[in-house]
Each structure stands twice: as C-alpha cells, then as structure tokens.
C-alpha cells in the first residue's frame, strides 16, 4: 500500500522533534506541504523544514503557544496565508511537564499540564475547523497516549487525565464534524524513545517498558507514523472517531 497525500497541506504542532517530527517529515515525503510549528525549538523546526524543501518538499515553520489563543489564531492565519488551506491538521505538541504525585502537586502544574496537552488541542482545532469546514473536508488527527488508557504510572496522574480528555474530545468532536466532510481520529503511542522519555524516564523505568513490551522493545518516533498516514488518507474514509493504539502490544501484557 502506498499511502499518497499529494496537494495536501498539513499542520503539525509540535513538529520539530521526536513523533512530531517524524509525522511531518512523513507527511511531506507523501507529498504534502507542510507547517511545521514549534514553540521553543527553533533551530529544530527549521532544520525539519529545510530537511524538506532540499528535498524538494514545500514547508514553513512556525512559532506559537498553542496555551495563547492569539498566537494559535496568528499560526493558522499564516498557514492559510502561505498555503491556501489546511487538510491534515496533527495535533502532537504536549508534554508531562513534570512528574508529581496527587498529594503533592501544586495547582500550577495541574493547570500547566492541562494548558498544553487539552486546552492546546482544543484552542488549535477550533482555529482550523473554520477553514475545513468551507472546504467540505480535512482530517484531524490527536496524539493520545498510553496513559489515557492505563491511568500513566510513577506520579503522571496528571499527564494521563489530559490524555484521556484528548481521546474523548476524539470522539466528541468527530460527531460534530462528520456530516460536514471532517474526520477526526487519534493515535496513542506507547513508550517511545523520544527526548520525552530522556526528560521523564529513568533507564530502570524505560527497561521495565520495554520488559512490558511483548514486541521486546520500546517504540520508536517512526513507529507512529504509519498510523497518522493512514488515518489523514483516503483508505481511513469510514474510519470516524477511533483511537489506534502503537504499543507494541503492551494491553496484551
């Protein structure tokens, strides 16, 4: 199966590294142009857009907070502005921020944990939705977690709750947009080996992942990517609403 997204123009939030990278890249050499967004990673997002364009790929990068409704506005804005539309919309950019347990977290963390990885969802979607709804079509595409499912482990409550608030909104806002030629769906990765897990997990903790993995290893950025392609193609047409587990088969461990 080849997977072709020729004309097609995709945001991805946090696309300068780890999933986010791998997704835009893979999104361009599929034939899509692609907006890069970034929010401190600068010399990353650009190095991912020039990886594209030498190789004859069309890319921007982009800053925002996708926290500030303003600057999401101001990054749709510019995407529209560049490309003419918005296709594939890959909501990636999160984060756990910070490992804390219940008892003691403090409620900025919370609301800082929420901001990113919810309310960043919901601002960046409801900023494009416009645009795909005069089109008649687009696809949208949430990066859920693991978490949402197993309720996260070593003190990410927090980090899970959001996640699992991404999947239903998942469902939520796919039965609100179908009719109007707008699919939206989500992938949830398992552990993979990102700068995420450099910043929030131990060697022992990455080893216990991979000992919970039937496949006998942690997941790769480049192992999500064929989730993505197939939800945001026209093969994934009857698929409305579903979240993909990439796991490596952890929920049958």
């Known amino acids: 199966m080849n997977i072709r997204v020729d004309g097609k123009v995709a945001l991805v939030t ?54 500030n409704k303003e600057q999401v506005q101001c990054l749709v804005q510019t995407s529209i502005e560049h490309f003419g539309r918005i296709d594939i919309l890959v909501n990636n950019a999160g984060d756990m921020i910070q490992r804390c347990a219940i008892v003691d977290m403090p409620e900025d963390l919370w609301d800082a944990i929420m901001a990113l990885n919810v309310k960043g969802v919901f601002l960046v979607t409801q900023a494009v939705l416009p645009m795909m709804v005069r089109q008649g ?7 859920s977690s693991i978490a949402a499912r197993s309720g996260g482990g ?25 009719k109007q030629g707008i699919r939206v769906n989500a992938v949830a990765p398992g552990a993979t080996l990102t700068r995420f897990q450099e910043r929030h997990s131990t060697p022992e903790k990455i080893a216990q992942f991979t000992k919970e993995t039937p496949v006998g290893r942690c997941g790769l950025a480049e192992d999500m990517v064929g989730a993505v392609l197939y939800l945001v193609s026209d ?13 490596g088969g952890r929920f049958m461990s």
């Open 154 to 178: 070593g003190h990410s409550v927090a980090y899970a709750t959001a996640k699992g608030a991404v999947s239903t909104f998942t469902r939520g806002l796919a039965k609100e947009v179908v």
């Open 14 to 67: 946090g696309g300068g590294t780890g999933i986010g990278k791998a997704i835009a890249l893979e999104l361009a050499q599929s034939g899509a142009s692609v907006v890069v967004h970034y929010h401190a990673s600068e010399q990353a997002a650009m190095d991912v857009m020039e990886q594209i364009t030498a190789s004859g790929g069309k890319a921007i990068a982009v800053q925002a907070d996708v926290t």
């Open 235 to 247: 093969y994934a047409s009857f698929v409305v609403g579903e979240t993909i587990d990439v796991n």
């Open 137 to 143: 079509s687009g696809n949208i595409v949430n990066i």
